[in-house]
């Protein structure tokens, strides 16, 4: 029973980060919405493709910059 509750307990803390982490997510894309910078890359500062940003609205790097960091 207690080890029951101790992976509940695991797997809630888990999903309160990953909410957490997309709540930061969206609200640092609302505050690039309202500077005027949403849609540029962080890293390259080149336009962030619309496809992309369909995808993944919260994208803060264009693909070719997403793309190097991850290797």
Known sequence: ENAQ???????????VQEMESKLNS???TRQ?????TY???ENCGSEI???R???IPES?????C???IRN
């Open 39 to 41: 849609g540029k890359c």
């Open 5 to 15: 509750e101790a992976v509940d307990l695991d797997k809630n803390f888990a999903l």
């Open 66 to 68: 997403a793309a190097v």
């Open 49 to 51: 493709a619309p496809e």
């Open 60 to 64: 803060n790097k264009c693909i070719t």
């Open 26 to 28: 969206v609200r640092k």
């Open 32 to 36: 690039k919405i309202q500077e005027g």
């Open 53 to 55: 940003l369909k995808v």
